[in-house]
DNA sequence: CCTACATATGAACAGTTGCTCATATGTTCA
DNA sequence: TGAACATATGAGCAACTGTTCATATGTAGG
């Protein structure tokens, strides 16, 4: 479809305007590869806990109830998406959140979900 | 699996000290559900689309360059997740942008894609 | 080097998702 | 009421995703 299909539009200068805003907004396919990271139950979960703190892949899977290679992979993609680090120590491969955007894209979802958030001590 | 596994975690006190603060966010499925819905190119198109004002759904797919049906769905979707209202005038639905918070969440996501945003004005 | 352990990775399969197509619902106006 | 238009919705299908299973890679100690 072209933009000339606007010219027929309803209501055409507010077609006209939603159009323009819309082409600068060129980022759109990473904005959305990055809420699908976002938008798995099982890397929110890994997420969560690592926002405590590193914790090596076997602990991560004991703690989340989950396979080892369940959760490898999703670490795989996590890390891909640059939202963990992970720091090889002897066997064990440790990792741990790291992004400080995400930290506030938290903040905003549980507000909108409508559930406090951070209302512990994190501190030993 | 029991929180019994976590006794014979490689690191007990890290893994402990996970569980318990992964025990407390109990929002996560709805917090992947808000992100899901975010994380479709379309949906996101639709949302920065009417974030600069209301649109009847013919325009929006005008704009947006996909099929009435197409769009129509997912406006059912963002509105069951109360992301943007509707308002019937006439033989039209004008549907709009409406959660503050995920103002803020475009923000975030945006800077962790390495983004300006909301550099143009918008105000007619 | 060999074994045990920790993690990574590929293939395959089931569940989910977003589109299209057809059609239903709802509105305006003659 | 009937025709034209605007939107909503259900079924069906292709593409994608997250898990499991099997196996590969990598590391430390004996």
Redesign the pocket.
């Known amino acids: 479809m072209s933009q000339l299909e606007l010219a027929g539009a ?1 209501h055409p200068e507010a077609a006209k305007h939603a159009k323009e805003i819309l082409d600068e907004q060129d980022q759109i396919e990473e904005l959305g ?1 990055l809420f ?2 976002l ?5 929110l979960r890994v997420l969560m806990t690592l926002k405590s703190g590193e914790l ?6 004991a703690v989340l109830g ?12 996590l ?1 891909s998406a640059r939202l963990v680090k ?1 720091e ?8 741990h959140f790291d992004d400080a955007h995400v930290e506030t894209i938290f903040l905003q979802a549980l507000e909108h979900v409508g559930e406090r958030y951070g209302t512990h001590r994190t501190d030993d």
């Open positions: 309803h590869d699908k990271m938008a798995d139950p099982t890397r090596c892949v076997a602990d991560l899977s989950m396979s080892q290679s369940a959760i490898s992979h999703q670490l795989a993609d890390k992970s090889k120590r002897g066997k064990h491969v440790f990792y």
